[in-house]
Structures are given as C-alpha cells and as structure tokens.
C-alpha cells in the first residue's frame, strides 16, 4: 500500500494505517518499518520514471491529467529552492509527494539527497505516529470496544476527515 501510496495513489496512507497501528499498537512499529520501506521503494521508482521518461511519458501523461503546470512550477522549485528541502518539505506534509519525485528525477537532482529527505521526513511521520499510537492505542483499548469494530470506524472517521479537508 505504502508503494502505491508513493507513486500512483494520492490519498494519504494514513487514513489506513493510524488505525491499524491505534488497534494493534504492539505491532507499531513494525507497521511503521514496513511502509517506510515501501515508500522509499516507490519513491526511488519515480524519481528513475521522472529522470529517464520524462519527456516521452511523464509530461504527456501530467498534461492529460491536468497537472503539468503544477509538475513544472514543482521542477522550478527543486532547482531553485534546493531538492533535498524541497523534496523534505513536500514529503513531510500531507501534500501528495508523487510531483515531487517525478520532479527530482526529471530535474536530475542528486538520488542520494533526494532518497535522504524521503527517508528522514517519511521516517519522522511513520515512526512518529507508531510512537503515538504505542503510547494511545493501549488508552483506547481500555474503552472496550472490539477491534473489529474499532479499526474500521477510526478508517472511515480518518478518510472522512480527509475528504472534508480535500473540498474545505
């Protein structure tokens, strides 16, 4: 889920996972390495997509899309702004990131800077949440109600919080 969240799927993985690790806190961290990995992998595969197609592919297929000016002022910024802020920044917020690595690769910045700012600010998002959730989920857990029903309503609570902010 965390490779398809960091290259073709632009909803935020944490609608799914902060319940799974809220409802199986003990597992937290081990939630948290695996969609680490699975982001920097999906990570590294833009950046290589962006770097070797993105003319004959990527730019026809953002146009298509609608977001080739935002993939372009998103290329400017990483030329200008310095890839390794600029790809943390976008990597650390909830903003899909997906522009982010196409533009990094496509721009040629450095594969080393750029895998370094996925690894630390998706790192400090992931492990931070399993911290969260090691430290809240036994709290919740203590309200009674079952798993079954506790990891599905958290989801749909989380998803639509998401889906009110996209229209906000």
């Known amino acids: 889920m965390s490779f398809a969240e960091s290259t073709v799927v632009p909803i935020p993985l944490e609608t799914i996972v902060i319940p799974l690790m809220l409802g199986h806190s003990r597992r937290a ?3 948290a390495i695996a969609i ?3 982001c920097l992998a999906g990570a590294a595969l833009f950046y290589f997509v962006g770097l070797w197609a993105v003319d004959p ?6 146009e298509w899309v609608g977001l080739l000016d935002e993939f372009d ?8 702004e310095g890839l390794f802020l600029s790809v943390f ?3 650390f917020s909830p903003a899909p990131m997906q522009l982010a690595t196409l533009g990094a690769g496509a721009t040629q910045g450095g594969f080393l800077p750029f895998l370094g700012a996925i ?3 998706r ?7 399993a911290i969260l959730a090691q430290v809240a989920g036994p709290k919740i857990a203590d309200l009674g109600m079952p798993k079954r029903y506790l990891i599905p309503a958290l989801m749909l609570g989380f998803a639509a919080v998401w889906g009110v902010m996209q229209f906000w």
């Open 119 to 121: 690894a630390l600010s």
């Open 57 to 62: 592919i990527v730019r026809p297929a953002l």
């Open 123 to 129: 790192g400090l998002r992931y492990f931070g949440l």
């Open 36 to 38: 680490w990995l699975g």
């Open 89 to 91: 920044l976008v990597s």
């Open 29 to 31: 961290l081990t939630i």
């Open 73 to 80: 002022r998103m290329a400017d910024k990483l030329g200008s």
